[in-house]
């Protein structure tokens, strides 16, 4: 292993830096749930993942006791069996290629449970019996003593599978109040899923925080072996229990610092005295690789005063803790670690090298001054997410950004706040936006994740302490938000939406998102009481489901001990206490949607460290879904796995034939083609890299090209543009038949691509000087055609939004057949019909001027926006197959589908926006820096 881990080591370093990800290689992760009332059986439900390298092509077959159940291949990965029972032993395999694969690991049934309130539907469980705990005094069992809290996951000894990384609370020391002459404390250990405990640590006395939210254990697989390693913080007295049963104490075992605290205010109950330090373990046997002083330190050198340092003297300002993974090159998970919130910041980036070990410094990022913009602006919770698109990890602090640079992006200089939440919550905006609540200002903020601009807020008098948003309803475009004490936010309008917020989802449900029915949208995960049973609720529906003697955790805050996608399709599970021990709940909703694992959503796997951290938020995937929308199908996961990746200055050829290849520097590169070549799938990841500076007003973009010379492409290969970057083609003809898609980014081609449909998604752009492409071109919103010479297709697909962009006189486009596509949503963006945008002259002379020539149109030429033109009169006019744009007194032959409109006046043809409805609990809306502002 440690052979190929070097060669992979010295072919990173030969490529040089690429924006592509290891994601992690899981089983199949197949669920059984029998479903029995115990009177009769009503089928059996299975479930399985399907993986990131799975995403093109792949289906399935399922066996029950040795039988293929299914006609024919499956497409999505759940399948309800009308037969079976809780003995029958159920398998699946892939079809790769018409290839079928070996089956996966045998599995029976969990257990089902049947909930009938709105909905009749079972949910499976799986019950896992944790380890006894003996006193360190007398050595009897105190297991009483212990409850199940908060977790991470992640595999831990390779064997595809997730394992379990436990906080389990000591509710005798905590209810005492932390006495000094306790013997017994909060216990960490690592779980398989069949109950065996792999090994623990003993947190000792020195680890003290108010409900022990600071004591948080993380992993990852930070030196790419295949097994995730721990990180977390430790002190004096702690002492690990390594899997082959020997043990090692950390620092001094004597040290003893509860007396440097009252025992009379859990408030003020915080270690804050003592050495701390940083460990990382191997996450298989918990032995240390790493035992260092904690780099951020509680106190710099010369610093003496705890409160003139942080805020405070009983140590609650200077113990907020985070912990990530952030893959801030693009390509390899670095260790993030940061301390404060309230006033200052400290954070610092570390590298891991994979053979030894050993951290080199990345950077480090620290803030001490009030007044600044960058100053307490910490939440109770973090986040990474790649903001930008640029392919690189961002750190997500609250009320600011940090870049993977390790430079402030921007930020709002809001301050504290308590629950944030980043994603694709516009479809219709590019890059992720960014929702939470706030405290020092209080209220809620809606804004662009990248740079800070406010798309929405909304200013209250108290801390408004909680905040939601997501999928939640069809009857909506977007996501929608709201917090404790504001209405319920449309991501798309930025305005209040027209119902009375807590009849669709109330303030108390303001807490986690969940897929777990079958459809595109989010449920909420909650407690109907204060860390009472879990509850799954649908917004605007009702009750789907109430877990049986299991609780949430973490007193009001009612969280699970974990949620994510732990088994199964892409839906997800949840971990809640049962008892003294755990239980893991998971759907049998039958869906017809195909997605991969979230579990390799680069965004969802980050949120998967970071859940258990402090105030526990919900996960978030990095892209878009909804039926509403159209947009039911996942991006392609960012996936080394699988493909074969092509170095700069390469070559093409028929050796690449029938292999997945790619193109992923973070730089410009050259690759040559040589004709005949035809690999299975090409993926070009030309990235940007968006940076910042510590400045709002300075983040600047650096824009990299892939350039393929040569020959041409062929067979069935299809291919894949990512990154925000640019892809050129040569100019040749590419006979090859499988699709174009354009994720992201843009590409350049001249040539004649005579049986591969183009199609862009929102915000890619196609630029072509003579392209002919004979299967079309479908444009989806905010995408753009540029064309910068005649352009032939066989036809043109311009969906809502999507966007010509064209000079007036020099360049037409002829295609059999034009489709205009328009919507009439009252709560949609800005764009609701396609947009021909021209450049050049904005007042141009008097004429006809000849746009294209199309055989037929579909839609309504009256539906077509024009920009670019203002000061004349002009009309859109259809003379046989040749479309005009006719400015002032220009004649063409009389023509149908005509379209007038009168700029003289300076009236630009566009869509009116939204009114704000009238919120009679507000006390009015006002305009602040050019964002709507509700007051209460």
Not at 849 to 876: H, N, P, Q
Request: overall charge negative; charged content about 20%; hydrophobic content about 30%.
């Amino acid at each position: 292993m440690k052979k190929i881990l070097l060669s992979f080591w010295i072919l990173f370093l030969c490529l040089g830096l690429n924006a592509q990800r290891m994601t992690d290689a899981l089983d199949r992760g197949l669920v059984v749930v029998h479903r029995t009332n115990g009177t009769s059986n009503e089928g059996t439900f299975v479930s399985w993942r399907i993986l990131a390298n799975e995403y093109y092509d792949v289906t399935y077959n399922v066996y029950r006791d040795g039988i293929k159940l299914n006609d024919k291949p499956l497409s999505v990965s759940n399948y309800n069996d009308t037969g079976g029972s809780t003995t029958s032993e159920y398998t699946v395999s892939a079809i790769v290629k018409g290839v079928e694969q070996p089956q996966c690991k045998p599995q029976t049934s969990w257990n089902c449970y049947l909930y009938k309130l709105i909905d009749r539907n079972y949910s499976g469980y799986k019950d896992i019996t944790l380890q006894k705990v003996y006193s360190n005094a007398d050595g009897s069992d105190i297991t009483a003593d212990y409850e199940p809290n908060d977790i991470s996951m992640a595999d831990l000894d390779g064997d595809g599978q997730l394992e379990i990384l436990l906080k389990r609370l000591n509710t005798k020391d905590a209810s005492s109040l932390y006495l000094e002459n306790a013997t017994d404390y909060a216990i960490l250990e690592a779980y398989k899923l069949d109950g065996t405990r792999m090994w623990w640590i003993d947190c000792g006395p020195n680890m003290v925080s108010l409900n022990s939210t600071e004591l948080n254990i993380v992993a990852y697989d930070w030196d790419c072996d295949g097994k995730a390693e721990v990180v977390l913080r430790g002190a004096d007295g702690m002492k690990i229990h390594f899997s082959d049963g020997t043990t090692k104490v950390i620092g001094d075992a004597t040290v003893n610092t509860r007396n440097t605290f009252a025992h009379t205010n859990a408030q003020y109950c915080w270690t804050h005295t003592g050495n701390e330090y940083l460990l990382y373990l191997n996450g298989e046997t918990g032995k240390p690789y790493q035992v260092m002083d904690f780099p951020l330190k509680r106190l710099e050198d010369g610093e003496t005063d705890l409160k003139a340092a942080w805020g405070d003297d009983y140590g609650h300002r200077s113990s907020k803790y985070f912990f990530g993974a952030p893959f801030l090159d693009g390509r390899k998970a670095s260790l993030f670690l940061a301390r404060g919130i309230y006033t200052r910041e400290k954070m610092i980036a570390y590298d891991i090298n994979p053979q030894t070990h050993e951290f080199t410094t990345r950077w480090t990022w620290n803030c001490n001054q009030p007044g600044s913009e960058w100053y307490g602006n910490g939440y109770h919770n973090f986040c990474v997410a790649d903001v930008d698109m640029d392919g690189r990890d961002e750190i997500v602090y609250g009320s600011m950004v940090i870049d993977d640079n390790g430079k402030g992006l921007s930020t709002t200089g809001l301050g504290h706040g308590d629950s944030q939440h980043v994603g694709d919550f516009d479809p219709y905006r590019h890059g992720l936006e960014f929702f939470g609540c706030n405290e020092d200002k209080p209220g809620n903020n809606y804004r662009n994740a990248t740079t800070s601009d406010m798309y929405y807020r909304f200013e209250t008098t108290a801390d408004d302490g909680r905040a939601l948003i997501g999928k939640f309803s069809d009857s909506f475009h977007g996501c929608q938000a709201r917090s404790s004490a504001s209405n319920l936010i449309s991501s798309v309008t930025d305005n209040v939406l027209g119902i009375t917020a807590d009849t669709f989802l109330k303030w108390s449900d303001l807490n986690f998102r969940i897929y777990w029915d079958g459809d595109l949208c989010d449920e909420v995960l909650n407690s109907p009481g204060t860390a009472k049973e879990a509850k799954i609720e649908k917004p605007g529906y009702g009750r789907l489901f109430t877990s049986l003697g299991c609780n949430m955790n973490n007193d009001s805050k009612n969280n699970p001990c974990f949620q994510g996608d732990i088994f199964g399709d892409w839906r997800e599970e949840f971990i809640v206490r049962c008892g003294g021990n755990l239980r893991i709940y998971t759907t049998t909703y039958p869906t017809e949607y195909r997605n991969y694992t979230l579990w390799h959503d680069s965004q969802y796997r980050q949120s998967e460290v970071w859940q258990m951290e402090a105030y526990n938020q919900t996960p978030h995937i990095s892209y878009f879904l909804g039926k509403a929308e159209g947009i039911t199908v996942a991006p392609p996961p960012s996936t080394l796995t699988d493909r074969v990746e092509i170095a700069d200055g390469a070559s093409i050829n028929t050796d690449n034939n029938d292999k997945h290849l790619l193109l992923a520097m973070t730089d410009n590169m050259n690759v040559s083609v040589v004709d005949g070549a035809a690999p299975y799938i090409l993926t070009d990841n030309a990235p940007t890299w968006v940076e910042g500076h510590d400045d709002n007003a300075n983040i600047t973009t650096t824009t990299y090209t892939h350039t393929i010379t040569g020959g041409a492409f062929t067979g069935e290969m299809r291919l894949i543009k990512q990154g925000d970057g640019i892809l050129k083609l040569p100019n040749v003809t590419e006979t090859y038949t499988g699709n174009t898609d354009v994720w992201n980014g843009e590409l350049d081609f001249d040539g004649n691509m005579p049986s591969s449909r183009v199609w862009l998604n929102r915000f890619a752009i196609l630029k072509t000087n003579g392209g002919k492409f004979g299967a079309g071109i479908t444009m989806d919103y905010a995408s753009k055609l540029i064309p910068q010479g005649d352009v032939s297709a066989r036809s043109v697909t311009l969906n809502f939004g999507s966007r010509i962009v064209m000079p007036l006189s020099s360049v037409k486009i002829a295609a059999d057949t034009l489709r205009i596509n328009k919507v009439d949503w009252t709560d949609g963006p800005k764009y609701l019909a396609p947009v021909i945008e021209f450049t050049g002259n904005t007042k141009p002379n008097d004429g006809a001027y000849l746009l294209g020539t199309f055989a037929r149109v579909e839609g309504s030429l009256s539906d077509l926006i024009i920009e670019g033109i203002s000061g004349v009169t002009y009309k859109l006019e259809m003379s046989g197959n040749n479309l005009y744009l006719v400015i002032g007194n220009g004649l063409v032959p009389t023509g149908i589908n005509e379209i007038s409109k009168d700029d003289s006046q300076g009236k630009y043809y566009n869509i009116e926006g939204m009114k704000m409805p009238d919120v009679k609990t507000y006390k009015g809306v006002y305009i602040k820096n050019g964002v709507k502002v509700m007051k209460r």
